[in-house]
């Protein structure tokens, strides 16, 4: 067993022992992520021990967190829990079964027990969720020297020392200073003096995709996090918040091909995948029935069919390309419901001027090479209607779907392509029917 893990180790390391000693946790997790559930399970009992599990264990993901809980008992899994920060030892017991979460609790320290518990009780895509407890706060009249000699006691033990949070006696989170403000602070400057008032902040249930966008706006290393009574709860820190990109981006991809995650094995992923495929399907037998329905057009002018797949892929590409555009906006945040009608009359000049283009070469494409005048103006004319309606729908859809409290990304890929596909064959086959006379 040990010789095949051998192979996947990076360039450099000729065992096991020396990449778990010399390389990066993070190196390390990804590694572990690499291999099979059997070279896992061999790795994690024979070769790592607990100091390595607690540097690596907030690397992994869900699934192979969920591994290294199954296959260790509520003592070690206490003792990891304790040794790591607060929100990653969340994450970690979310991804364990209720009854085991609750044996390790009380095993663990009473104070870090219910700390732990509070936090578990925040919907896990919240800022609450997020946030960790192992941040720096002091009162508002502390002074600079004060809060420099508590900081060389407690600081080591907090996750970000950079932002250092002033409050009242109540808890209310009063403003915000930098350690470099602090250290260039006279001694008996008080904190409400150095303090700056106006603070980025979130609300304890607000959703974690808002949370990401306000670090990507300010750029902030941490943002704290507040109740309805503007009392400090906890802080965010930067590495939480690319993590939630990383996981919202992954799942609008996957969503806008109609699939799911590469974990889970053979009947996990055609459960993902196939309900959408079903849905596809009959969306692909109306498309056949719009042809069936046309069959006498087809049957005097048999050059028609010569330019259906032509039709069906250039409107699911435009369409594609303008859907992209809006469910990437409207999760950065940069395009909002108040945007549609602008962005709209946009994606429709842009589309009018590709569907003008398109048509042309279509339609002088048809022309010679079936030598018929009114079929490249059908064949053109079909491809410039069928592009701008590709457009409005690919732009149009993701709205609707926000607006209606959706995600958009469901919108996209395979979904949109086939209502393109219904639509411009119906532009299509109408347009030949109603000309049929002059055609043939």
Do not use: C
Request: hydrophobic content about 50%; cysteine-free.
């Amino acid at each position: 067993m040990e010789e095949k893990i051998k192979d996947y180790l990076p360039t450099g390391y000729n065992n096991l022992e020396n990449f778990f000693d010399e390389a990066y946790p993070a190196d390390i997790a990804d590694f572990l992520m690499l291999l099979d559930n059997d070279e896992k399970e061999y790795i994690l009992k024979n070769k790592a021990n607990i100091s390595l599990i607690i540097d690596i264990i907030s690397y992994l993901d869900y699934e192979n967190q969920n591994i290294v809980a199954k296959l260790m008992n509520e003592e070690k899994l206490s003792t990891i829990l304790s040794r790591i920060y607060v929100d990653d030892a969340v994450d970690f017991l979310g991804s364990m079964p209720v009854g085991k979460v609750k044996k390790i609790l009380n095993l663990m320290k009473e104070q870090k027990a219910s700390e732990l518990q509070s936090l578990l009780g925040y919907d896990y895509e919240s800022a609450g969720g997020l946030m960790t407890t192992e941040y720096l706060a002091f009162y508002n009249d502390m002074t600079a020297d004060m809060v420099l000699q508590k900081l060389r006691k407690i600081s080591p033990g907090a996750e970000m020392i950079y932002y250092i949070y002033v409050i009242s006696r109540k808890k209310e989170l009063l403003g915000v200073l930098s350690v470099r403000q602090l250290l260039a602070a006279q001694p008996d400057e008080n904190l409400k003096d150095l303090m700056t008032e106006n603070v980025i902040k979130v609300g304890i249930n607000l959703d974690q995709e808002e949370v990401a966008h306000v670090f990507a706006k300010y750029d902030l290393l941490a943002v704290p996090v507040v109740n309805k009574r503007n009392q400090l709860m906890g802080i965010i820190t930067v590495d939480d918040a690319i993590d939630v990109i990383e996981d919202e981006a992954t799942e609008d991809i996957y969503k806008m091909a109609a699939t799911g995650d590469i974990h889970g094995g053979l009947l996990a992923a055609v459960k993902k995948r196939i309900p959408w495929l079903l849905i596809l399907l009959v969306g692909d037998l109306l498309s056949g029935s719009v042809i069936k329905n046309f069959e006498e057009s087809l049957q005097v002018v048999v050059a028609l069919a010569f330019f259906i797949p032509v039709l069906m892929d250039m409107g699911g590409n435009v369409g594609t390309q303008s859907l992209t555009v809006v469910v990437r906006g409207l999760a950065t945040g940069e395009l909002h419901f108040a945007n549609f009608w602008r962005h709209l009359w946009q994606e429709v000049k842009v589309g009018f001027v590709m569907a003008v283009i398109l048509g042309s070469m279509l339609s002088l494409i048809a022309f010679f090479w079936q030598g018929n005048p009114l079929l490249g103006l059908i064949v053109g004319g079909s491809m410039f209607m069928t592009l701008l309606t590709a457009v409005t729908a690919g732009t149009s859809i993701p709205f609707i779907m926000e607006a209606f409290g959706a995600d958009p990304a469901v919108a996209a890929g395979p979904f949109i392509t086939t209502l393109i596909d219904i639509s411009g064959l119906f532009i299509y086959f109408t347009m030949a029917t109603i000309l049929m006379e002059k055609l043939i």
